[in-house]
């Protein structure tokens, strides 16, 4: 019996999005975390708040991309605690950057930063494996995302609404879980503009299907102990 699965290393196995709209940022992600060919958790969240106006979203291996958010968080209290403001994006972004390009031999990891600050609105950053750095209006990265790349050129377009961007956002997380293997679970966006930060969670009934997609159904115990009729004294 193969068990190398056992001692694989935690992989996020991902689809993360991130998508500017008029007026602020959507971010989102799906929730399935996996060791090897098991799903070692069905419901993690991988959106981490970095600030109270900065997020981020992680993909790849699991430790490395919460041992940076750790990181980054603990170096940007600093930061707002000397400047007696809140960080912006960029800041944030290029923290990011400095230690995934300075670590690039080790760390395992892409992520998207996004947030809102007042001066340069919404804005997305995306650092993948090696600590480039790119300003998008949206961007997208995990397994999953080469799934999407089409699909999000053609859907996107300036000047959304904030209902317009997420409902892109849980689309296109929704068609990467259809069909990738590694991505799964539920869907959770964070919306970012100068209001503040909403979080939004779609179960997987909620989401849409995609071609030859069964629809969920209870499992055959369940529908057949709904049937038994109870007994009466």
């Known amino acids: 019996m193969d068990i190398d699965w056992i001692n694989a290393p935690h992989s996020m196995g991902t689809t993360i999005i991130g998508v500017t709209y008029n007026g602020g940022t959507v971010l ?3 929730s399935r975390t996996s060791t090897g ?3 070692a958790n069905r419901a993690s969240d991988k959106i981490t708040q970095l600030t109270d106006n900065v997020y981020l979203c992680r993909s790849g291996s699991a430790a490395d991309s919460q041992v940076v958010s750790d990181y980054v968080r603990y170096f940007l209290h600093q930061h707002i605690i000397q400047l007696g403001q809140p960080a ?6 290029n923290l990011i950057r400095q230690l995934s390009y300075n670590n690039k031999n080790m760390l395992q990891t892409g992520l998207i930063v996004g947030g809102w600050d007042k001066y340069e609105g919404g ?3 995306s650092v993948p494996l090696g600590g480039t750095i790119l300003q998008l209006p949206f961007a997208i990265g995990g397994s999953g995302s080469s799934y999407l790349y089409g699909f999000i050129d053609q859907a996107w377009k300036e000047g959304m609404n904030k209902e317009e961007a997420e409902a892109l956002v849980v689309k296109c997380v929704s068609l990467a879980i259809a069909r990738d293997g590694a991505s799964g679970g539920v869907v959770r966006t964070v919306v970012i503009n ?8 779609y179960s997987g009934d909620k989401l849409p299907l995609w071609h030859e997609e069964l629809p969920l159904r209870n499992s055959l115990l369940e529908e057949a102990s709904s049937e038994v009729e109870p007994m009466r004294a």
């Open 28 to 30: 989102g992600a799906d």
């Open 37 to 39: 060919m098991y799903v």
């Open 88 to 93: 912006t994006v960029k800041v944030a972004a």
């Open 123 to 125: 804005s997305i950053y």
């Open 194 to 201: 100068s209001e503040g930060v909403t979080r939004n969670f």
